[in-house]
C-alpha cells in the first residue's frame, strides 16, 4: 500500500528545481510549499531533503546564500542557477513524456 508521502523515485530533483525556480526559499520552507502544492500528498523529510538540496549544489543548479527568515533566524536561501533552469526544462520534458506513457499504458481497454 502507497503511503501519502512516497515520492516517485528520481522525481525529487525535478520537484526542487521547480519550486526554487519560483522564487528562492529555505529547506523549512521548501518543505511546507511542497506539502502545500500537492495538496498534502508529496512530503519530504529532513533526512531526504538537506542531502538532495547537497547534490543540487554540487552539480551547480542551486546555489546558497545566508539571509534572515520571515522569523529574523538565520538560515541559507536556495535559488535555481542559470544551468538549474536548463536541467530543469529537461527533466520536465523527461517527466512529461514519461507519464504520458504510463498514462497511456494505465488507460488501455482490456479485452
Known amino acids: ?5 512516497d515520492l516517485v523515485q528520481g522525481t525529487l530533483d525535478l520537484l526542487l528545481l521547480k519550486i526554487l525556480a519560483l522564487e528562492p526559499l529555505h529547506g523549512w520552507a521548501i518543505s511546507l510549499r511542497l506539502r502545500s502544492i500537492s495538496g498534502d500528498v508529496l512530503q519530504v523529510s529532513e533526512g531526504s531533503l538537506y542531502p538532495a538540496l547537497h547534490k543540487l549544489e554540487q552539480e551547480g543548479w ?5 539571509k534572515q527568515t520571515e522569523n529574523n533566524r538565520r538560515a541559507k536561501f536556495y535559488s535555481v542557477t542559470r544551468l538549474g533552469r536548463k536541467q530543469l526544462e529537461t527533466e520536465t520534458a523527461n517527466w512529461q513524456r514519461l507519464s504520458t506513457a504510463i498514462t497511456n ?3 488501455i481497454s482490456e479485452a
Open 105 to 107: 499504458v494505465v488507460q
Open 62 to 66: 542551486i546555489q546558497a546564500e545566508w
Open 1 to 5: 500500500m502507497s503511503k501519502p508521502n
